[in-house]
């Protein structure tokens, strides 16, 4: 997979290793391997403090979990899902209609992984729980989603990868796509929030392109320029959160490491009931 799913066997060993639920019946070797050799390089690139990222992603999940529990909708969009195990987990809720989408090569290997166990097994056989295979730039995967449309469309480590016209088309269509008064939630940290460019990031982007021929993508916009633009591309009311500022309730993962997430959830203008 030699493509941006690499960075999903990362995240992989981020939820395995942070306990996730359901982490257990996606993990692999090959994960645990690129998580292992990731955070190494982390390491030796800044050795006086330990890498924060994995803190940051469990972070960010756990967030944007809470914000899934938090609206109850009954019908979920997840795009770029990896091997993430929120669809999983979620879908146990038989009142909910889970549906995720990632490049064929990484839904392909998704089902491998969940087939090895009973309870993967039983997973892919609920009929609330969709695995599509879709590029979501490239392809118009709108045209293999029945009605109603979603309420809830996540995308998690998706827009931090792609440049400023491709997040703002991606965003026009899935504003298109929701159901009124539906909300997007993707995460991004603005890059001039990031420390000038560090030995860590250096080495990270270089590791990035190494294995997945491409890095993160250039993007000057601070979080109102963000906003502006979520306003402009046809959503209302944007709330952001990070470690400084979480929502109400929300029960963050213990760490005592200092970290940089910020999660955007943008709901859409439109308002209109059908
Ligand atoms: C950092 S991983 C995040 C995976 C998952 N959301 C998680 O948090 O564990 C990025 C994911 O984006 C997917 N991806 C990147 N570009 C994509 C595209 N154009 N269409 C579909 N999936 C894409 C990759 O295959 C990969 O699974």
């Keep these: 997979m ?3 799913s690499v960075t999903a066997l990362y995240t992989s060993g981020a939820w395995s290793w942070g306990g996730v639920r359901g982490a257990e019946c996606l993990a692999s070797d090959d994960a645990k391997r690129v998580f292992r050799v990731t955070n190494a390089a982390l390491r030796l690139a800044r050795p006086w403090s330990p890498p924060s990222l994995p803190h940051a992603l469990l972070w960010r999940h756990a967030l944007i979990d809470f914000l899934l529990a938090q609206r109850a909708p009954t ?3 997840e795009l770029a899902s990896g091997f993430s195990p929120r669809g999983f987990s979620a879908s146990e809720n038989p009142l909910l209609t889970y549906i995720e989408i990632d490049r064929p090569a990484v839904i392909e290997r998704k089902r ?3 087939a090895r166990s009973t309870l993967g097994k039983e997973a892919l056989e609920r009929s609330n729980w969709q695995l599509l295979s879709s590029d979501v730039i490239a392809d118009s995967f709108e ?3 029945e009605s109603p449309p979603p309420q809830l469309i ?17 965003q026009r269509r899935i504003a298109a796509m929701l159901a009124p008064g539906g909300t997007l939630i993707f995460d991004l940290v603005p890059p001039c929030e ?20 491409q890095g993160f993508a250039p993007d000057t916009r601070t979080r109102t320029e963000i906003v502006r633009d979520l306003q402009a591309d046809g959503f209302a009311e944007v709330e952001i959160f990070d470690p400084d500022h979480p929502p109400p309730n929300f029960s963050p993962p213990t760490t005592d490491l200092a970290f940089d997430q910020v999660v955007f959830a943008a709901k859409v203008k439109r308002d209109d009931l059908p």
């Design 2 to 4: 030699g493509d941006l």
């Design 194 to 213: 990031q420390p000038a460019p560090s030995a860590a990031g250096r080495a990270l982007g270089w590791m990035m392109r190494r294995f997945s021929g």
């Design 154 to 170: 996540i995308a998690e480590g998706l827009f931090m990868y792609l440049d400023v016209e491709t997040q703002r088309s991606l």
């Design 112 to 114: 491998s992984l969940l």
């Design 75 to 77: 019908k979920v969009l």
């Design 143 to 145: 045209a293999q989603l």
